[in-house]
């Protein structure tokens, strides 16, 4: 086969891998309504297998077990829907009178201004800084996220036949295919790292959660418990969600108090989130995520556009499982590289010297 021909074999190659991909992100951009609450499904069953896994080899038969840990999973979701349901709707009910509120805040701060010989229109204002925005922004996520408490008994009926279905799917798989065994070990190897992350991420978000929630009803801040669980549900999102989370409290603190409040509210979320952002969660994270912040970053803007808030919660477990799958392959294991962190550069070798990976 002649170079050109070569050339224009891969370039098909490309172009119809590249139609696939486009073909199914927008296959899965339609589906978002069943895909999202199938992922949360299937991530919470992730999450649970180990515990259900658990219970049977203490000796509880499976039924039991199931029971146990369905019983859980409806408490939890129950206390959360208490928590954020009632918050919610009080926040909704003022957020008119939370808006008016904030355009005379910033009318007096325009007028301040002006006073000071710094002349700012109210039309820069409304198109570039106008902070209502940010609080329209949350309260249409607050929305997005009660919309997905009423698919809860469909994520629950189907957590439950995924936890049943874990048993057996080994023997099936191992029957259905000739390579079962490395296949299975890519699974396992995926829900070990999605279970460490979204373990550790779990814990930390609570703690970020509770201690946010802690200081602003020290400061008297309205809805302190909203903020709280905005601030441990945005903390599962990569690098913009702690900031997203301060700017209603933050706004609604200068609402309410005047600067120095959100001041202090400012100053209590830097301090929860770099205190256990930067300091607890890598510590505990231990070997880390296995990918790259740039990748992050955009696994991030890619999953949320595709699937909405949920996809932006869940964006690094279904990179991190996107990964995996890459590195289960030869032909595109040089992908699952790329989206990984730095390595150590390999040093150039004298001819005949084994070849070993890279450190």
């Known amino acids: 086969m002649s170079s050109d021909e070569t050339g224009r074999d891969v370039g098909g190659r490309v172009l119809v891998s590249l139609a696939a991909f486009v073909v199914i992100v927008a296959g899965m951009k339609a589906a978002a309504p069943l895909l999202v609450p ?46 954020l349901g009632n918050s919610m709707d009080e926040f909704m009910r003022g957020f008119p009178g939370y808006q008016a509120r904030l355009r005379e805040t910033v009318a007096g701060l325009i007028e301040w201004l002006g006073g000071k010989g710094i002349v700012i229109s109210n039309e820069t204002i409304s198109q570039y800084l106008d902070p209502g925005k940010a609080m329209k922004l949350v309260s249409n996520m607050l929305s997005g996220m009660g919309g997905l408490l009423t698919n809860g008994f ?20 191992r029957m259905a295919s000739s390579n079962a065994e490395s296949a299975l070990e890519d699974f396992r190897d995926t829900a070990r790292n999605i279970n460490h992350y979204m373990g550790i991420k779990t814990l930390t978000s609570l703690a970020t959660g509770v201690a946010i929630a802690g200081w602003l009803f020290l400061l008297g801040v309205d809805f302190p418990v909203l903020w709280g669980t905005l601030a441990f549900l945005l903390n ?12 209603p409290a933050v706004v609604l603190a200068l609402v309410q108090g005047g600067i120095t ?20 969660e890598p510590r505990f994270m231990g070997r880390g995520l296995g990918l790259s912040t740039l990748v992050v970053f955009l696994s991030l803007v890619f999953w949320g556009w595709v699937l909405g808030p949920v996809g932006m919660l869940l964006s690094v477990p279904l990179t991190i499982a996107f990964k995996i799958g890459l590195d289960s392959h030869s032909s595109t294991r040089w992908i699952a590289v790329m989206l990984g962190p730095r390595v150590a550069p390999v040093e150039a070798q004298e001819p005949g010297d084994e070849v070993g990976p890279a450190a």
């Open 261 to 280: 409040q959100a001041l202090l509210v400012m100053l209590g979320y830097v301090a929860v989130n770099v205190g256990i952002g930067t300091f607890a």
């Open 154 to 173: 469909l994520i629950l009926i189907t957590v439950i036949f995924l936890l049943l279905e874990a048993s057996t799917f080994p023997d099936k798989w």
């Open 236 to 247: 599962f999102v990569p690098n913009i969600g702690s900031i997203i989370a301060a700017v």
């Open 38 to 83: 199938f992922l949360l499904a299937l991530f919470i069953a992730i999450i649970l297998a180990p515990v259900f896994n658990s219970l049977q080899r203490w000796g509880l038969p499976s039924g039991i077990a199931l029971l146990a840990v369905v019983l859980a999973l409806v408490l939890a979701v129950m206390l959360f829907g208490a928590l």
